[in-house]
């Protein structure tokens, strides 16, 4: 459904500071419902900018690429020059990236503010008075004051600068509906006049094209914090069944009958109830990471061990993958060549980030596997990734050639094109027996079963010609 312009808001010129997968969908989004307003991007990564304004967009997301065609050059503009365009901005987004600190003070938890202080830090040498700053970056909670503190420190006398949190909650794969139709609008905001009114200047942009009751107008620490929440649930909710996967893999219960049981109860719900081999991604681990690192600085340490376990259960859950393959492949996967299905951290994006992928294959080249990696989008992340320690890998486009040759096959990304395979054909060319885990449960374990191989999915029992591990009592 699309709307028209419903509000004429002195907002006219805004800048988000980030190219990434969040700066570049939400604005060409925002571009394309506001016809009315002019939107640059910027960023310090030259070829980022180059790629937003080539053919081959840097990220990959259904529909994107299509809205960046109808809008680019006429309401979306893509620059480096950072201050020129500071200079110009009525509204400023900052979609820089916070990841979780790798050194010094906080080192795996805290998140990395080096570049949310050093975009302030910019804002504040070129900006104009009455600029309003929203912070759409996951942070930590009062980085708004941060923010408002180096923007109001001396060399802005006389200079009047909102800063907002306005934190996005869209999911890659599906990032141009959620940005279109999104669940809700966080804005924060200190609850004094300026305030209130930077508050509704960012709420009249919205609503260009979402509705008003899903506009949600709060404090500006409930913003952030709300922000660290939502990913903390979600990622415990995966957590929580992939937990219970282990208990259905010891007593013949069934995952998915489970997960299905429990969600037509409305207080629970379905969704996030799939189990598999772990949540990746660059934020869910980070952020909950940085929840724990904050409640450990106000000493509540007690919360902080609540949800550091969400993190732990994740570890063990692709630990308890490896270990599985290891032990049903003869306990020795050592020269065999394994296929795997699927690099990216979900399905309709090129992002691995955090992939379990990742981890999962670095064990397997540890204990002496050959791999050959395959994946519609993520390949050259892959690679990447896997810089320096894959000399016994090889990158596949072509699933029929990765796993020709193959003692198992590992379905680690969800890909819809991997149920429509010809599993014959790939049977006729692998060794024998021929492994299938399914760290996704993608595909009917019966039908894979009929065929030849012996199947092992995530929290259901394995199917087969030759059950080697009786994980069940039943
Ligand atoms: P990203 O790494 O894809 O993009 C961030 C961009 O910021 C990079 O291109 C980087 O070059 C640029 N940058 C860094 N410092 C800069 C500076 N000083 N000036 C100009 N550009 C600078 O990150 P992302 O995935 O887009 O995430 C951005 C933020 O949004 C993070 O805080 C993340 O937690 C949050 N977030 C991400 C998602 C997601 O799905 N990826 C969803 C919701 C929220
Ligand atoms: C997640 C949130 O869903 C977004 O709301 C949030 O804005 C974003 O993080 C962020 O802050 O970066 P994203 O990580 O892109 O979005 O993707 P999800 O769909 O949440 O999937 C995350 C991981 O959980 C994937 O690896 C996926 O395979 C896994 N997952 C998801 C499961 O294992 N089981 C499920 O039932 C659902």
């Known amino acids: 459904m699309r709307k028209g312009s419903r509000k004429d808001s002195q907002v006219k010129n805004i800048l988000c500071i980030g190219a990434g997968y969040v700066g570049g ?3 060409a989004v925002l571009a394309d419902r506001s016809p009315d307003k002019k939107v640059t991007v910027v960023d310090v990564h030259a070829g980022k900018i180059r790629a937003w304004k080539g053919a081959n967009l840097p990220i990959f997301e259904p529909g994107l690429d ?3 065609k109808r809008t680019r050059g006429k309401n979306l503009f893509f620059s480096t020059d950072i201050p020129g365009e500071i200079k110009k901005a009525d509204m400023i987004f900052v979609c820089v990236n916070t990841p979780t600190k790798a050194f010094g003070h906080g080192a795996g938890y805290a998140s990395d503010m080096q570049y949310v202080e050093k975009t302030a830090r910019m804002i504040l040498q070129h900006a104009r008075s009455e600029t309003i700053v929203v912070e759409k970056s996951t942070v930590p909670v009062r980085t708004a004051q941060a923010i408002e503190r180096i923007l ?19 999911a890659e794969g599906t990032a141009v509906r959620d940005l279109e139709e999104p669940d809700r609008v966080l804005i924060g905001s200190r609850e004094t006049r300026s305030g209130k009114k930077a508050r509704r200047a960012l709420a009249d942009v919205y609503e260009q094209w979402v509705d008003r009751e899903r506009i ?5 620490w409930s913003s952030e914090l709300s922000k660290l929440t939502a990913n903390a649930f ?3 909710r995966i957590s929580s069944i992939n937990s219970i996967s282990a208990l259905c893999e010891k007593t013949g219960a069934n995952i998915e009958e489970v997960s299905r049981a429990i969600g037509m109860d409305e207080r629970i719900g379905q969704k996030f109830l799939r189990a598999g081999v772990g949540f990746g991604g660059s934020c869910f681990q980070k952020d909950i990471l940085s929840l724990v690192y904050l409640c450990r600085s106000y000493g509540l340490n007690e919360v902080a061990d609540y949800w550091e376990s969400v993190v732990g259960i994740n570890e063990y859950q692709k630990r308890r993958f490896v270990q599985n393959i290891i032990e049903h492949m003869f306990h020795t996967v050592t020269d065999k060549r394994i296929a795997v299905l699927g690099f990216a951290f979900k399905p309709d994006t090129g992002d691995t980030r955090e992939a379990p992928a ?30 320096g320690i894959d000399q016994d890998v090889t990158y ?14 590992l379905v680690l990304t969800e890909w819809k094109e991997y149920q429509a395979l010809d599993f014959q054909r790939i049977f006729k060319g692998m060794e024998k027996p021929a492994f299938v885990f399914d760290g996704r449960n993608l595909l009917d374990p019966a039908v894979l079963a009929k065929i030849g191989f012996h199947v092992v999915p995530v929290g259901k029992q394995e199917k087969g010609t030759f059950p080697l591990i009786d994980r069940s009592e039943s």
């Open 234 to 236: 979600l990622a415990q």
């Open 152 to 170: 109001r420190s001396g060399a802005t006398e006389g200079k009047q600068i909102e800063v907002l949190s306005n934190p996005e909650f869209l």
């Open 25 to 27: 969908p939400s604005m």
């Open 66 to 68: 299509k809205i960046v």
């Open 216 to 220: 949600v107008e709060t404090n500006t």
């Open 358 to 387: 990742v981890y999962i294959c670095k064990r397997l080249l540890e204990e002496g596997a050959r791999l050959s990696i395959t994946d519609p989008k993520a390949l050259e992340n892959a690679r990447t990734d896997l810089e």
């Open 396 to 409: 596949e486009r072509n699933v029929y050639k990765a796993a020709k040759g193959a003692h198992a096959l």
